[in-house]
């Protein structure tokens, strides 16, 4: 297991952290040095309403998404790995959080004190846990993925992979989940086209990009007409994440590759 998270800077899917992550080397930071990472470089992270976002030791008594939104203040748990990959994230891609948390409050606000969560609030949750995004400028790409054709999109077009298809870990859930990365390991996709010249822009650049479009479409995730699903992604398929993965029959396995669910409708009138 990893103990440092320098160690993972090099890791395949943990791209876009590496230069955060090499600043830790010793160890899991305490709270106060996982905040000054979030003001360095560059401004602190903040809520839509321009709330500057700091990382705290205790839980707000209104709730947890309800207490970021009033204070901009987030609940971390000291040398905790699933809580310092969330102020990863809050570093990287601290738009999309910060429409996650907004998306949270109006939901929070409509339904009114004591109601149940409700799907929308479960669907937010659901991504900012364990969410990835799929960027690719082959529509091809994406229509295997929809069709979990897995041995079409890892396999087949293995050679795609990081020059026309790209995935960014959204998650923190997952993120922790990769530091020993097992069998059926998925992600919870939002998939995207993109022109072929965004694979030739630098990772910076691609990750402010992925930031602004992902803080518009998590604003209407869950909302009524959205999609109802996420895309499964199973994270082991990637080319270079298993050594398993470099025979074809590998993606016969369908404990995580598995085949696309037949509808209701169809499977009753083969029956």
Request: hydrophobic share 45%.
């Amino acid at each position: 297991m990893i103990d440092a998270p320098a160690a993972l800077a090099g890791r395949p899917l943990f791209e876009p952290y590496a230069s955060l992550l090499r600043r830790f080397a010793a160890g899991l930071p305490s709270i106060d040095d996982l905040d000054a990472a979030l003001a360095d470089p560059g401004p602190r992270p903040t809520l839509r309403d321009g709330t500057p976002v700091r990382l705290v030791a205790n839980a707000h008594a209104a709730g947890y998404e309800a207490g970021i939104a009033a204070s901009g203040a987030v609940p971390t748990r000291e040398h905790d790995w699933h809580d310092f990959f969330n102020a990863l994230v809050w570093c990287r891609f601290p738009q999309a959080k910060a429409a996650l948390n907004a998306a949270h409050l109006e939901e929070l606000t409509l339904r009114g004190a004591g109601a149940p969560r409700g799907p929308r609030r479960d669907r937010l949750t659901q991504f900012d846990e364990c969410g990835v995004v799929v960027s690719a400028s082959d529509p091809a790409l994406l229509a295997a993925l929809r069709a979990h054709d897995w041995r079409g999109l890892f396999w087949e077009h293995r050679a795609a992979w990081g020059r026309s298809i790209d995935v960014v870990v959204f998650g923190h859930a997952t993120l922790d989940q990769l530091r020993a990365p097992f069998v059926g390991l998925c992600g919870k996709a939002l998939l995207r086209e993109v022109p072929s010249h965004w694979f030739a822009d630098d990772a910076a650049a691609r990750n402010l990009e992925v930031d602004a479009w992902l803080a518009e479409r998590l604003a209407g995730l869950g909302a009524q007409g959205s999609p109802a699903r996420l895309q499964a992604l199973p994270l082991l398929g990637i080319p270079g994440l298993s050594a398993d993965s470099e025979t074809a029959a590998y993606y016969d396995d369908t404990r995580q590759f598995r085949p696309l669910a037949q509808p209701r409708a169809a499977a009753a009138s083969d029956e």
